[in-house]
């Protein structure tokens, strides 16, 4: 059964830092992409960082690279996404998803990620 749990979030003052947690189903883990994407109301889906399960190959957007970092702790199968230097404009819903994809990047950027996580809020106040 593919199921992606996720933990974390909350509200946080510019400038600090949060962890988002997915835990990932085993029937999901192997060889499957893991992304973490965020949504603000009236806006699109966006893309936030990517990695390959079991692997230290990653992506990032722009407007995040060098503040949030994803990585993965294989045992446990979590997928994390530390969000460092947080700025108001990161608050969002943020989404962790996975999938069998040949490029997770680029499917994180065509959103095609079939599986996905419950979602959890970033509040980030100035």
């Known amino acids: 059964q593919v199921q992606l749990v996720q933990s974390g979030g909350g509200s946080v003052q510019t400038g600090g830092s949060l962890r988002l947690s997915c835990a990932v189903s085993p029937s999901t883990w192997n060889g499957n992409c893991i992304g973490w994407f965020r949504q603000v109301p009236g806006r699109e889906r966006e893309a936030v960082a990517t990695i390959y399960s079991g692997t230290d190959i990653t992506h990032y957007a722009g407007a995040v690279e060098g503040r949030f970092t994803i990585s993965q702790d294989i045992a446990s199968k979590t997928v994390y996404l530390q969000m460092n230097a947080l700025k108001p404009e990161d608050t969002a819903m943020y989404y962790c998803?996975?999938?069998?994809?040949?490029?997770?990047?680029?499917?994180?950027?065509?959103?095609?990620?079939?599986?996905w996580g419950q979602g959890t809020q970033v509040n980030v106040t100035s």
């Open positions: 998803a996975a999938g069998l994809l040949r490029d997770c990047w680029l499917g994180a950027e065509m959103d095609t990620f079939p599986y």
